[in-house]
């Protein structure tokens, strides 16, 4: 994109915005919890996840992010009431012109 000068960005809407959280996370089979722990440590250091964050675009907890203000709030949202309902919803909304 930049490369042909086009002009594009994410702009979060006033009325909020889809969010979601990644994470690093061990299972009970770990075989080598020291490893993953040092693993996990390192992403975390403040250097690495500016680094992914400058690679990826996408914010973390470690760092701020340009996109994000400090009073900004997560508004969970609950689960679908009915499934079907928005499945119609939904390809009502992907017909249209």
Do not use: C, H
């Amino acid at each position: 994109m930049q490369k042909v000068e086009a002009q594009v960005a994410y702009v979060n809407p006033s009325e909020g915005a889809l969010s979601w959280l990644d994470n690093w996370a061990m299972t009970s089979g770990v075989k080598d919890k020291a490893a993953a722990e040092k693993w996990v440590n390192f992403l975390l250091q403040k250097k690495i996840a500016t680094e992914l964050s400058d690679r990826t675009g996408f914010g973390n907890t470690v760092v701020a992010s340009g996109s994000a203000n400090e009073s900004d709030k997560l508004v969970w949202l609950e689960t679908v009431e009915d499934p079907l309902k928005r499945s119609d919803l939904w390809n009502e909304v992907k017909a249209a012109p």
